[in-house]
């Protein structure tokens, strides 16, 4: 059952952030749209001097749980033109937020602590989480949940998965240096194109179980000049890895590291490289997944809770628990309906969903609560 009065009161707040799109690290308008809206409630939005993004506590003391959105969207061509675009869902996500930090205020006389509800940038650069780890944003929490709508492929309209496992990626870019010689004399050279032709042969023979889902694959690779008569003394490269655990991606990464030791020697070449990008798995917390498995339950009854859905797509949000391994988390799986899919210029949703989304993370906050109340208890009596 939709809440309707919280439906009226989000649809047209999803109409203004849908509309009013902006891209990671620019998002000013959306911020001051949301401390404006905030501050209309009663609530003390907490800005930073050097970036966008904001977060805002309810109820009484320091909060312990804390449920992140992010507000960003993706620079991409609709209909022949480049712009803003939220297909990602993150506006979904922003309504939803906006649901729970109604939903809460009417139980605030009545929360056994305090809740944060994080606005956070920059999640499709995979830079916002870090951002609000080192503002020191997630500090007080011992829970915190995370929301993202899914694919028709992944979960049925107006179902709920209490988890989502997102695989890690890791993106490098780097430089092979040897040296040019004349076609004829290749006694005189060392070739960088046959030093990436065995860097690729390096990653695979990096061994992985067969029962891990994992993959390196070089992406790109630019050596050469004009001349059909030089041995190319020079070529750079970009790799791109995935894998479903943290774990995985660590044997990626040595065995990638090894193949340019190796290849370096046997070819008489130095191989230069950066880490581009790296965005961390899930590491989901088995109470978090419970107390948010409940809620699902409660809100929207058993026959509409999903499994955990298993994803090799990357999520930011996950950049909490790995940087503080402390933090329990999990992120609620969201069955709207998206179609095509996330990312499609065109992409659409069941936006009645937003309603439910934020009454079951209003539940979950308040089990939260009050397992972290029952755990100081608990402590205190030991
Ligand atoms: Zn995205
Ligand atoms: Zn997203």
């Not at 902006?22 to 939005?45: C, D, F, Q």
């Not at 939803?96 to 602590?113: D, H, M, R």
């Not at 008489?268 to 948010?292: E, G, P």
Request: glycine share 8%; proline share 5%; net charge negative.
């Amino acid at each position: 059952m939709t809440n309707q009065p919280l439906a009226a009161q989000l649809e047209p707040i999803f109409e203004h952030l849908h509309n009013n799109s902006e891209i990671s690290w620019k998002e000013t308008e959306t911020t001051a749209y949301l401390v404006n809206l905030l501050r209309k409630e009663g609530l003390e939005p907490q800005t930073f001097d050097n970036m966008t993004g904001l977060y805002v506590d309810i109820g009484k003391g320091t909060p312990t749980v804390g449920f992140r959105t992010d507000i960003d969207a993706l620079w991409q061509e609709v209909d022949g033109e480049f712009q803003a675009n939220h297909s990602c869902g993150h506006d979904g996500h922003m309504t939803v937020a906006l649901g729970v930090i109604f939903l809460l205020k009417e139980l605030e006389p009545t929360l056994s602590g305090a809740v944060r509800i994080l606005f956070q940038p920059a999640e499709e650069k995979a830079q916002g989480a870090k951002a609000f780890v080192e503002q020191g944003v997630v500090d007080p929490l011992q829970f915190l949940f995370g929301a993202h709508v899914r694919p028709l492929i992944e979960l049925e309209d107006g179902t709920y998965a209490p988890a989502l496992y997102h695989g890690a990626a890791k993106l490098f870019t780097g430089e092979i240096h040897g040296i040019e010689a004349h076609g004829a004399r290749p006694e005189q050279g060392a070739n960088a194109i046959e030093a990436a032709a065995a860097l690729i042969d390096g990653l695979k023979r990096i061994w992985i179980s067969p029962a891990e889902s994992a993959s390196i694959k070089m992406t790109q690779i630019k050596a050469g000049g004009t001349s059909t008569n030089i041995i190319p003394g020079s070529a750079s490269f970009s790799i791109d890895a995935r894998a479903q655990t943290n774990e995985t991606m660590d044997v990626l990464t040595a065995g990638f590291e090894k193949a340019v030791e190796a290849v370096s020697t046997l070819y008489d070449v130095s191989i230069d490289y950066q880490v581009d990008a790296h965005i961390v798995a899930a590491q989901v917390d088995d109470t978090a997944k419970s107390l948010l498995q409940q809620a699902i339950i409660n809100v929207a009854g058993e026959e509409n809770c999903a499994p955990e859905v298993i994803t090799p797509g990357g999520e930011d949000f996950h950049f909490y628990t790995y940087s503080k391994p402390q933090l329990q988390t999990t992120m609620l799986g969201l069955g709207c309906g998206v179609t095509p899919g996330l990312h499609h210029p065109n992409m659409t949703f069941n936006q009645k969903r937003l309603p439910t989304g934020a009454e079951i993370i209003t539940q979950a906050l308040v089990l939260a609560l009050q397992q972290t109340k029952k755990e100081a208890i608990q402590n205190d009596s030991i």
